[in-house]
């Protein structure tokens, strides 16, 4: 049985919004990020890469818990859940194993004769991309073979997904308690493990505190605005303030303090923005391409640079880029990942925030 709602939640939050341009905006953050890693290209951009994938975190705490509370049910949640992850997923996957055979320098027969191709099936299907991130013979000659590094954060999406439902069960007496409470272990075990790296060199503490635990204090940072929200709005000049100011010393001021309070701060301009710069909710209009945008980035740069091609002109191979990648997650929204989102019994995220977009625009 679905459990009880601690709070009540705003009305406020049901108006029309703009998470999906925000989700758009992070996840191209995310290919600028690797585009400027791959290229060297020394282009400014004001979210990096590990912020960008923060902010999805944060909304996914604010919207995902939201959708939690408004399931018939534990199995409709995570029925709801695969259906957005998954499939694309899934398809991103297979579709460059097998693509990637036409320019591995292996031959058809030892390609997919070859133990690393199963491997990266077997390891990638069940979102263990750390096991085996390289096909055989793709690559190569690239400044890193990886063929889809940022399949990592999709096992810590679901990881928090399935927390959901626990984090709710914690939540029936003093909620603000039990968030506070995860938010600071999450926060602590990030400053360890970063101790750790510092003082060993063993970049295993630098990759465990970027993992599940450590991104934690980004979930429950979206689900206190969620549960606190009207408290917050009317309080909005301080705590706008107040986050602005958090946020912009996390970059200048290495100081533990600021550090702890930056994904709260983080959260509460993604949230407010969201609600406050409504006008953008006409985003959605046309479909949600971020979750494409995120899939598809990463092999499409690879596959530019084995090619060679633009590599004097890093414009055009910026906007090469980015056309391919934005081609492909239109096909995949419409061809693939809507069919999903439009099965019977499912009222995902997308369903939720647009009805009442569309009902605005």
């Not at 292996?106 to 990638?124: P, V």
């Not at 969620?226 to 009317?234: I, V």
């Not at 910026?318 to 990942?337: G, N």
Request: aromatic share 24%; proline share 4%; glycine share 4%.
């Amino acid at each position: 049985m679905k459990d009880k709602l601690p709070v009540t939640f705003s009305s406020f939050i049901s108006g029309k919004n703009s998470f999906d341009f925000l989700r758009f905006f992070f996840a191209f953050s995310v290919f600028v990020y690797h585009f400027r890693l791959f290229t060297g290209t020394k282009m400014y951009f004001p979210i990096s890469g590990p912020m960008a994938v923060a902010g999805f975190f944060i909304i996914s705490g604010f919207l995902i818990m939201r959708s939690y509370y408004r399931s018939t049910g534990l199995t409709d949640f995570a029925i709801k859940r695969i259906r957005r992850i998954v499939p694309a997923y899934f398809f991103v996957v297979i579709a460059c194993a097998f693509f990637f055979s036409l320019i591995s320098s292996f031959s058809f027969s030892q390609y997919f004769g070859s133990k690393t191709f199963f491997k990266y099936l077997a390891a990638n299907l069940c979102f263990l991309n750390f096991i085996q991130p390289v096909l055989p013979g793709v690559f190569t000659t690239n400044m890193l073979p990886y063929v889809n590094g940022s399949l990592w954060t999709i096992k810590v999406e679901l990881a928090l997904y399935a927390s959901i439902p626990l984090i709710a069960l914690l939540l029936k007496r003093k909620p603000i308690f039990v968030l506070i409470g995860l938010y600071f272990i999450s926060f602590v075990f990030v400053y360890y493990m970063n101790y750790l790296y510092g003082i060993t060199g063993n970049r295993l503490y630098f990759t465990l505190s970027a993992q599940f635990l450590g991104q934690i204090q980004f979930l429950t940072s979206g689900i206190i605005i969620l549960f606190y929200f009207d408290f917050l709005r009317k309080q909005m000049k301080f705590f706008l303030s107040f986050s602005v100011i958090i946020f912009l010393s996390n970059y200048f001021i290495p100081f533990p303090v600021i550090a702890f309070l930056y994904p709260f701060a983080f959260a509460i301009l993604i949230v407010f923005f969201a609600y406050y710069f409504k006008q953008l909710a006409c985003f959605s209009k046309y479909g949600d391409f971020s979750y494409g945008m995120y899939l598809f980035h990463y092999p499409v740069i690879q596959l530019i640079i084995h090619f060679g091609w633009f590599k004097e002109n890093k414009i055009v191979f910026f906007l090469m880029s980015f056309m391919m990648t934005l081609f492909l997650s239109v096909l995949s929204w419409h061809l693939l990942e809507k069919r999903f989102l439009t099965k019977k019994r499912l009222h995902a995220v997308y369903d939720e925030t647009r009805e009442k977009n569309k009902n605005n625009i």
